[in-house]
């Protein structure tokens, strides 16, 4: 896996109901990253892109879904989601509202 930061960060999740909660009660944020991505590897990705101290990294697969595709079935593709928590005091530009 290359340790590139674009190829590891695929997106921030923002929108779910979980993240924001997540945000506001522990200072974590939600992001998709790539499957076969390490924790060290999303750790040190997060710390240079958006200059912050990470303290914790957790991963899970989500499994794809079933969907229709015409007369038939398709299952779309597994993801990776990494809930990070930052130290106290840091925050990461994207997850916060404009003003």
Not at 28 to 55: C, G, H, M
Not at 57 to 64: D, K, L
Request: aromatic fraction near 6%; charged fraction near 25%.
């Amino acid at each position: 896996m290359n340790t590139n930061v674009p190829q590891i960060l695929r997106r921030p999740l923002t929108l779910t109901e979980k993240g924001a909660a997540l945000k506001t009660a522990f200072n974590q944020v939600l992001f998709e990253v790539a499957r076969d991505a390490s924790k060290t590897q999303i750790r040190a990705a997060i710390e240079s892109a958006f200059k912050v101290k990470v303290l914790d990294v957790r991963t899970m697969v989500v499994r794809g879904k079933m969907k229709r595709m015409g007369r038939g079935y398709a299952k779309t593709q597994n993801w990776k989601k990494a809930i990070v928590t930052l130290a106290p005091g840091d925050t990461i530009a994207i997850f916060e509202p404009e003003a």
